[in-house]
Each structure stands twice: as structure tokens, then as C-alpha cells.
């Protein structure tokens, strides 16, 4: 019996059909498709961004997460997920695991590989890229992530906005992650920094509630209309983005010049 391999597939985030070609083969013959759950939520937001991709739904199991910010929580959660997959690998059956966006990019998958690679040193796996939640915003607003030498920094949000502003300040664009629950004072600190207008948000792309911003000045946390920084990406730009298509008057001179 050829031994049993084990996938990291990333898919979404954002509308059916971001998933790898190439990983399209191992979803299909996986015995048993492992894909993340938040407990505060009714669905997988994986499954969602599986929509009209064909592959046996039985094979599928949900894998609850309550993301504690006690770390030994979570290493005993990470644990028990990998002494799982393991023993599903040891008895021949080939698995895949979901996650949103990239597989390597704050991913629940990277632990999950690690704890993997001490419980069975050798074994065969592979991991397929996928999407990240910034490239998918960027391309869902028509925003550049970096032109020409500028500096792109990606963060979790800090805790404070002391910390945030340097981080502003001392980078040319900063794509800002896992922002939830501080997204008021982030807004906040990008109105009083005077650098809203030319910052963009996204959140639950392609999905049920997508909320894409270009321009933030009228983005609101309260209210009728209220947006949240769960599943959603900010991105920062320190300076308005240059437009370099646009000549300057002594360019244009010097064009005119060239062409009579």
C-alpha cells in the first residue's frame, strides 16, 4: 500500500473558483477533508469559498476553533489535531486540510504542519499556495500593494496605536490583518494621521456581507450601517499613490518638443 499523503490546500478568500488548479486533484482524492471552523460561527467560512467546486461532501470535517489567547490552549488544541490526522495517515487514508487564503500566511495550517513533522518525521505531504486575504483585496479595489521601491510591511494589528503609527511611519504601505475588534481606533488613528482617503478596507470578500472601502473618511463602526474588522484586511498607504502616468508640465514641454 503507497503510503498515505496529507495536503495543505488554500482556498478563498473571496469568490468561488480561488483554489490552485493544481490542488484540485488532491481535494478530489483525499479520504477525509479536514477544513476550519470559528465556534462563533454557523458555517465554515473554507466551505464558503468552495462554492460550485465538485467534490464528495461526506469526506468533510469540521474542525472547531476558538482562537484562546492562552497559548497552552492552544498548543493542547493543536496537539490533539495532529495526533488525529496522524493516526488517520498511519492507517493508509490521505487527508486534506483547508484554510483560508495562503496556506504559510497566518495560517492555522503552519501549526498544524509543524506538530505534523514531530509526530511523523518523513512523512509525505505537500502544500499548495493559495491566495492571501490582502492579495484578494487588493485586487477586489484596484489597489497597488507596492509600486516601484516602496516598502510594504504585513502586521497583525498591534494592541495600541502608538505602536501602529510608528509602524506607519517608518513604512510606505502597511497591509494590516487580523484587525476585529480594534478597528475603531485604527480608523481613528488614520483620520488624525490625515492618511484615510488613500487607504482601502475590505472584509468577507466574495461572501455574504462584503464591505469594500477605497477611501476611508466615511467608513463607520457605529450606527445603521456599521462595519466589523472580523475576516477583514486594511490597507495603509502612508502617502496618496503617485501617478506616474500623469506628466509634469516640463515633461510635457519636452514631449512636444520631441514630437514637432
Excluded at 25 to 51: F, G
Excluded at 214 to 220: P, W, Y
Excluded at 235 to 254: D, G, P, Y
Aim: proline share 4%.
Amino acid at each position: 500500500m503507497s503510503a498515505a499523503m496529507f495536503w495543505g490546500i488554500g482556498v478563498g478568500p473571496g469568490p468561488a473558483g480561488y483554489l490552485p488548479l493544481a490542488a484540485m486533484q488532491a481535494l478530489q482524492q483525499a479520504d477525509l477533508i479536514y477544513l476550519p471552523r470559528a465556534r462563533s460561527a454557523d458555517t465554515s467560512v473554507a466551505l464558503q469559498c468552495l462554492d460550485g467546486v465538485a467534490f464528495d461532501a461526506t469526506r468533510l470535517r469540521e474542525v472547531e476553533f476558538n482562537m484562546d489567547p492562552d497559548r497552552e490552549v492552544l498548543r493542547a488544541h493543536y496537539a490533539q489535531l495532529a495526533q488525529e490526522i496522524a493516526s488517520t495517515l498511519r492507517a493508509g487514508r490521505s487527508v486534506a486540510y483547508l484554510t483560508i487564503g495562503d496556506t504559510l500566511t497566518y495560517s492555522t495550517y503552519g501549526y498544524v504542519l509543524a506538530a505534523l513533522k514531530d509526530l511523523m518525521p518523513g512523512f509525505a505531504h505537500r502544500t499548495f499556495p493559495g491566495i492571501t486575504s490582502y492579495a484578494s483585496a487588493a485586487a477586489a479595489l484596484g489597489w497597488p500593494l507596492g509600486v516601484g521601491k516602496e516598502r510594504t510591511l504585513i502586521l497583525p494589528c498591534p494592541e495600541d496605536a502608538a505602536t501602529l503609527r510608528q509602524e506607519i511611519l517608518s513604512h510606505d504601505i502597511v497591509v494590516l490583518m487580523k484587525v476585529g475588534a480594534r478597528l475603531p481606533w485604527v480608523l481613528a488613528l488614520l483620520r488624525e494621521m490625515g492618511i484615510a482617503a488613500h487607504c482601502a478596507f475590505a472584509r468577507r470578500i466574495g461572501l455574504d456581507g462584503e464591505v469594500l472601502a477605497s477611501g476611508l473618511d466615511d467608513l463607520q463602526v457605529a450606527g445603521d450601517h456599521a462595519v466589523s474588522g472580523y475576516l477583514a484586511t486594511m490597507l495603509i498607504r502612508k502617502n496618496a499613490l503617485e501617478k506616474r502616468h500623469e506628466l509634469t508640465a516640463q515633461a510635457a514641454v519636452s514631449t512636444l518638443k520631441v514630437a514637432t
